[in-house]
């Protein structure tokens, strides 16, 4: 993962642990999305497409779609313009199987990504960019297999559907402001727009939070704490207790702040690695907690919730 002082743009990458001609681009409109699917030669000024989609591969980021559309109840502004890749990645790391960036808007206390304000505030921002979300997969699975279509993956593939499911979750929300390079909080483009609604749920085992434009309050935040926690109200709730978040020591470029401890909770959807033969497309109750935390409306709510009354993965492991 990479965080830029100079664009608006955060990218998250999942990872794995331990000759075509010219096509155009094609465009599926599901829900509230646009999905472009870049295909070989074909570029959006930002990435340019290394191999072609199959209509199999299409059919399952669309289907993946439906896992976060069907626990939304919030209604999109406009589409979300996803542009979609198949490229190798390797120059992320080895064992990385797919990367998520978004543009980003902020008003000085909140920073979205992009698609994120679309949806979750229910209104378009009018910001002229060339798409909300970049997700971008690796053509080789990171040297292991992808697995298409609705089957489960067998002992030796990587399960592409949960991938693009959990990728599609950093364009949602789950992404930090951190910049672990500069340690601050909060960088937009020329200067400080606030915070993501995931940092303003993070604390430190001593108790410190983010804050824009400094390394934390009321002390420097621990990164590295191993791990970092969310407190937010509806989690910590059906959690019993502060939700482990992975950062690890030493820092993780693409999986550190932005995932789920996958040591202490187990492989959800939002863990930072995948292993090979798992199957994880849906969100599960906890997740969902954290999206209410974190600003959304959620339907249904998960069932202990009612009670409250308030209103990259990695291939073992490899790092998505």
């Known amino acids: 993962m990479f965080r830029s002082r100079f664009f608006t743009v955060s990218v998250v990458l999942l990872s794995l642990f331990t000759s075509s001609s010219l096509a155009t681009v094609s465009t599926v409109s599901h829900g509230y999305f646009n999905l472009n699917f870049y295909n070989t030669g074909d570029s959006n000024g930002s990435e340019t497409g290394q191999a072609n989609w199959t209509a199999e591969q299409m059919a399952d980021v669309v289907a993946s779609t439906n896992a976060w559309s069907s626990g939304i109840a919030n209604v999109a502004g406009r589409q979300i313009e996803v542009d979609l890749f198949w490229n190798e990645l390797d120059v992320y790391g080895p064992t990385v199987l797919g990367g998520s960036g978004s543009y980003r808007v902020a008003d000085g206390t909140t920073i979205w990504n992009l698609g994120e304000y679309v949806w979750k505030e229910e209104t378009d921002p009018g910001t002229s960019t060339p798409f909300d979300t970049i997700i971008q997969y690796d053509i080789t699975a990171a040297g292991v297999a992808w697995n298409f279509g609705t089957d489960a993956p067998g002992a030796g593939e990587i399960d592409f559907r949960s991938v693009v499911t959990h990728e599609l979750g950093h364009s949602l929300g789950w992404d930090s ?7 601050d909080w909060g960088w937009f483009s020329t200067g400080y727009g606030g915070l993501t609604a995931w ?12 804050q824009s434009g400094s390394s934390g309050t009321p002390g420097d935040f621990n990164q590295t704490d191993n791990p970092v926690f969310f407190d937010g109200a509806n989690a910590t709730t059906l959690n019993g207790g502060l939700v482990p978040i992975f950062a ?32 994880n497309r849906s969100v599960s109750d906890l997740e969902w907690a954290m999206m209410m935390d974190m600003g959304w409306t959620i339907v249904p709510e998960p069932a202990t919730l009612v009670l409250l ?9 490899r790092r998505i």
């Open 309 to 317: 009354g308030l209103g990259g993965l990695i291939v073992r492991k």
């Open 177 to 183: 402001s951190f910049d672990n390079d500069y340690n």
């Open 199 to 210: 940092d303003k749920n993070l604390v430190d085992s001593a108790g410190n939070r983010a």
């Open 248 to 279: 690890p020591n030493p820092w993780q470029p693409g999986s550190s702040l932005s995932h789920v401890d996958e040591g202490l909770l187990g492989s959800l959807l939002m863990s930072p690695s995948i292993s090979t033969g798992e199957l």
